[in-house]
């Protein structure tokens, strides 16, 4: 059997057919570029409907290797927030977040509801997972520059099986007969914001509800089930000028996934004007990234980054392309970049 098969299937075997389970959900390098993807009190946050397209795809040249697609949309609720107050940006091209003019300007936004629908699919190997879940958040003022917002994701999760990808030692294998693909199971996620004009820290979690998972009948043997375990996440970042127009920000993402060892990502981005960014990222005993970003004009945004693999997979992988092509729909401030979410 080839070397880069043998690591795939340990790492599909470690994920979903152990008690002790490893990272189920998939791996993102520009979270800090859609934060909403991972906790849903970011829904609404902005003045405008915001759509963003990702695509993943994960240790390139390992066979069967994970690749992840998304969209995700979310707008704000409420006429004071949506058609213009004093936390409004003004007409005809909007205030720019990398300048130090904007922090003295800064006000909280007006106390308003947010909805949004994000769906998620990812193919490893033989195994494909789905996720469908409609989202909701309330933001409120805690002060004249901050909000605090609370928000929760609901809907449903599919996990497939492609036995047609699967070989085994035995004619029939226990461990996948019966019902090879799961039923659609209910998902929920929950999750809090704080955000200001230089900084924001979250608290969130993905698949509170801890679903079985097998592809056996109900009197499989243990080594036939396992679990969908709870993702836990905490970001923060802050924001430092370095000039009139430029913006340094540091951020940091920690993600546990009991009984697994927490994962810490470090990032900086640097912000020119509204234009465009620049960044780097490193992943403790995964990945190192570089990113870049451009606000193209007030309807459209992309981004990309490229991980280089640190672990041991780096004798078989080419690294991880990531893209995010943004959407800023009823824009009426004709903004370029993100005010709330940077």
């Not at 789905?130 to 917002?149: D, R």
Request: aromatic residues 12%; proline residues 5%; neutral net charge.
């Amino acid at each position: 059997m080839k070397t880069k098969n043998i690591y795939l299937i340990l790492l599909i075997t470690c994920s979903f057919f152990l008690p002790v389970s490893a990272q189920q959900r998939p791996q993102y390098t520009q979270y800090i570029f859609n934060n909403y993807i991972i906790n849903p009190a970011l829904t609404g946050i902005e003045n405008y409907t915001d759509v963003k397209l990702g695509y993943r795809n994960q240790w390139q040249g390992l066979d069967g290797a994970p690749k992840t697609s998304y969209i995700s949309i979310h707008a704000p609720l409420g006429k004071d927030f949506i058609n213009g107050n004093a936390t409004s940006a003004p007409e005809s091209g909007g205030t720019n977040p990398m300048n130090r003019s904007f922090v003295q300007t800064y006000r909280a936004s007006e106390p308003h509801h947010g909805i949004g629908f994000h769906a998620v699919t990812d193919q490893a190997g033989p195994l494909s997972s789905l996720y469908l879940n409609l989202t909701y958040a309330y933001h409120i003022g805690i002060n004249e520059s901050t909000n605090l917002s609370f928000g929760v994701a609901g809907g449903i999760s599919k996990l497939n099986l492609d036995i047609s990808k699967v070989k085994t030692d035995v004619e029939i294998d226990p461990a996948i007969s019966g019902d090879i693909n799961n039923k659609l199971q209910p998902d929920l996620g929950a999750g809090v914001w704080l955000y200001g004009p230089t900084y924001f820290a979250g608290i969130s979690a993905q698949s509170l509800l801890g679903r079985t998972i097998t592809f056996t009948g109900n009197d499989a043997p243990y080594y036939g089930k396992g679990k969908e375990i709870p993702h836990l996440f905490f970001s923060a970042g802050y924001k430092f000028f370095l000039g009139e127009d430029i913006a340094a920000i540091p951020s940091t993402m920690i993600k546990y996934v009991t009984p697994s060892p927490v994962t810490v990502d470090v990032n900086l981005k640097v912000a020119f004007q509204d234009k465009f960014w620049i960044g780097a990222s490193y992943r403790k005993d995964d990945a190192i990234a570089g990113m870049l970003g451009f606000n193209i004009s007030s309807l459209f945004n992309v981004s990309y980054s490229y991980d280089y693999t640190t672990s041991n997979l780096n004798t078989v992988s080419n690294g991880s392309h990531e893209i995010v092509l943004g959407l800023l729909l009823n824009n009426r401030y004709k903004v370029t970049c993100p005010q709330k979410n940077w």
